[in-house]
């Protein structure tokens, strides 16, 4: 019997279903499935159970098939293949977006490359190396320097390296208050190296290679600023466009009283203008140095030998002529100078010994200034 006379309503459609459910019946896999089945139904001897399961999965894989040739001619029919892979593509491209604007938002490097474009906008951090000692001028000094870093358009972290045994209260107090980030390092000199001819701040200068060595980031620039001399605050959004070194005047230099590199008229360093003929004749605050060349490099060198520091150092770094970048606006500007301290006394506390004080401001001055 016809299976399409069995059944009811919707005729047409009901009609062409149960024909085409008919064809399968007699397709080989569903034959192959059949006698898979009623050799399973005779093995366990449980005939009409089996029989009516048979029944009931011949009807699930045709209604399988249909549904799925249908979703066959949906997915890949003629005319909706292109809008539906145009859909996806689509939904695709939006994806791939979507993840790249996350990834630039959330992944985003902290710092451009030392010398690209995007250095003025502030990303190249200046590592300012200080060192220090106990001195009259030291207050004064380091709070010349805190507020010219404050005024510093540009990304600064300030390392100030005590040569001492133990750190002080003035120190600590100038770094927290000129708010910048940064670092309070000891780095005492032996005393083997406490001779002139050994030079001074070499130890916390060391100190400082090897903190910056564990714990720096890069893109970034290194600047030796001793304590004692003046910036102008120009100069150090200048260091930020360092590519490997970048070289300027420094003002009140001894010799000559200005110690700056010759530029030629194309802007190359040729030489230099300085009262002591070195390799480099340069002041430690006439120089910057791309962190990256420091870190990459094997050991940088500060020997204990006056006259030599700035020179060995750029030397140790591989460094030659050519890789000199003259700033400071082709080195005819200066942007620091080489103040010197005046030789003053500490106080003591014998001078407020006289009774003239007792109940007055100048014990109390006096205190908070010993204790700094
Ligand atoms: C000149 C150079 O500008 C220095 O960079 C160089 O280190 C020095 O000569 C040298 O080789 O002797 P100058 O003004 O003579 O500088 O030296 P100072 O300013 O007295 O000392 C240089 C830095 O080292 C300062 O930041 C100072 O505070 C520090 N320092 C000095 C110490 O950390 N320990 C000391 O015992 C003396
Ligand atoms: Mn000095």
Known sequence: MDTATLLPTNHSYVSVWAKRCAEEEKSPAIQYERSFLSVSEEKNGKGKMKKTNNRFVN???????????????????????????????????????????????????????????????????????????????????????SQALMLAEAKIFW???????????????????????????????????????AGKGVAPRRRALEWLRANATTPAVLYFADDDNSYDHRVFAEITRVRKVGVFPVGLVGG????????????????????????????????????????????????YKLGRLETAFLESL??????????????????????????VKFITKSSIAHKKYVNTNIPVLYQNILEE
């Open 59 to 145: 009807a699930v894989t045709r209604l399988e098939r249909s549904i799925g040739s249908e979703l066959r001619k949906v997915l890949f029919g003629p005319r909706l293949r292109f809008r539906l892979w145009l859909k996806i593509g689509t939904c695709v491209v939006a994806l791939l977006l979507l993840l790249l604007l996350a990834q630039h938002v959330l992944f985003q490097p902290p710092f451009c490359l030392a010398g690209s474009p995007d250095c003025a906008l502030g990303h190249v951090v200046v590592y300012v190396v200080t060192p220090t000692y106990k001195r009259p001028t030291q207050a004064p000094d380091l709070t010349r320097l």
């Open 318 to 343: 591989g460094v030659a002529l050519k890789d000199l970048e003259p700033l400071a606006n082709n080195c005819t500007e200066v942007l620091v100078w080489h103040t010197k301290d005046q030789r």
């Open 256 to 303: 000559f009283g200005i110690s700056s590199p010759v530029v030629s008229r194309d802007g190359h360093v040729t030489g230099f203008h300085d009262a002591y003929d070195r390799r480099f004749a340069v002041d430690m605050a006439g120089f910057a140095v791309n962190l990256q060349l420091v870190l990459s490099s094997k050991e940088p060198q500060m020997p």
């Open 159 to 197: 390392i100030i390296v005590e040569d001492a045994y133990a750190p002080s209260k003035l120190v600590r107090d100038v770094l927290r208050r000129s708010g910048l980030d940064g670092v309070h390092l000891l780095g005492k000199t032996p005393v083997q190296h406490k001779q002139p001819s």
